[in-house]
């Protein structure tokens, strides 16, 4: 009973990661699937050169990116640091 | 004086301590504005500084302009002291340092809340309000703040671990407008004051440090020059030298002419 119950989570959670989503992303529209961290893959960009923050929560742990996945309407920003003074 | 020390220890052998950290040089300055990123890193050479500020921007994702400039800083050699520039309220500039802070390299922070677009004058409101908040989180916060004790001393209260009064407007290169008030801040505060904007050249810097300030952040003063790397030269040896004749104790100020070879022995009398 309890592995069905695993087993359904399961499946729902690998349906969650493969649906392609409507998200924005640095004030910009995306369509995007998966995660955070495939998302920053997708873009091309090494997660420890930049900051995340998801729907307004800053991901204080990188190691955290593969498990939040990315949903309808979500809003994403990626930010690095540049020259300033 | 230690003849083999380098310039900043022959100014000064107490190193700047600001919450507890030591740093060997008592100049700051910023990474923006340079032509180049080559230009940047030997002018940042030049300068001697330890502490160099950045800022916190959105990744260009159509990479039509890399900016990031930690593919050139050596952050073993540079601490990285992020700013919140162009925030203009309490909100955005803490939303900021938590950004900054998540990068994962220090807690600490040079606070900026701006008031106006034209002037870049500090929201002094704002900025108490966001320095007592950061405080509260753990950060260490850095000021940027206008030339009034009052706020200065607020700030000192609300947990600031060091005032940056500005010595004129950011970017204006107009130098130091009012020692008597950067002094006055300098005498009333016991966290260190770091005199952050206006300087616009070399001599701007030795009299703000002259004023006995503990150290001064600049960035378009160095980056703005005709050559960056030269006058980031001239600003290490200014703060050098203001901050050995401030230790020194200048001779008093007198109005009239006080001979300097002796006045008896002359021939003929």
Request: charged share 20%; glycine share 10%; aromatic share 4%.
């Amino acid at each position: 009973m309890t592995g069905t119950v695993q087993q359904a989570e399961k499946t729902a959670s690998r349906r969650a990661v493969d649906r392609t989503v409507a998200v924005t992303v640095n004030g910009s529209p995306r369509e995007v699937t998966g995660s955070l961290f495939d998302l920053l893959a997708s873009l091309d960009l090494d997660a420890r050169s930049v900051v995340v923050e998801h729907n307004g929560a800053i991901i204080r742990d990188r190691a955290s990116l593969p498990s939040v996945i990315l949903a309808a309407g979500d809003v994403v920003e990626i930010v690095h640091f540049v020259g300033g003074g | 004086m230690a003849t083999l020390a380098s310039p900043e220890v022959a100014a000064d052998p107490a190193p700047l301590v600001i919450a507890g950290r030591e740093f060997r040089s008592r100049l700051m300055v910023g990474t923006g504005k340079y032509s180049t990123n080559t230009v940047m890193i030997e002018a940042l050479e030049a300068s001697g500084a330890e502490v160099v500020t950045v800022a916190v921007r959105r990744v260009d994702l159509d990479r039509s302009k890399d900016e990031g400039i930690l593919h050139h800083l050596d952050t073993s050699r540079f601490f990285l002291l992020a700013n919140t520039a162009g925030c203009y309220n309490a909100g955005d500039a803490v939303r900021y340092a938590r950004l900054a802070r998540a990068a994962g390299f220090n807690e600490w922070v040079k606070l900026e809340v701006i008031g106006d677009e034209k002037t870049l004058l500090p929201d002094t409101v704002g900025l108490l309000e966001a320095t007592k908040t950061l405080a509260a989180e753990g950060f260490k916060v850095m000021a940027y703040t206008n030339d009034d004790l009052i706020t200065a001393l607020r700030l000192e209260d609300a947990g600031a671990v060091a005032v940056m009064p500005l010595a004129s407007p950011i970017g204006s290169g107009l130098g130091m407008l009012n020692p008597y008030a950067i002094r006055t801040i300098k005498q009333r505060l016991s966290v260190p004051v770091i005199v952050d904007a206006g300087v616009g050249t070399a001599s701007d810097a030795c009299v703000v440090m002259e004023q006995g300030v503990d150290g001064i952040l600049m960035n378009t003063g160095i980056a703005a020059a005709t050559d960056p790397v030269r006058m980031a030269f001239a600003m290490r040896s200014a703060v050098d030298a203001g901050r050995a004749a401030y230790l020194a104790g200048r001779m008093p100020r007198r109005e009239v002419a006080v001979p300097s070879s002796p006045t008896t022995g002359m021939i003929g009398s």
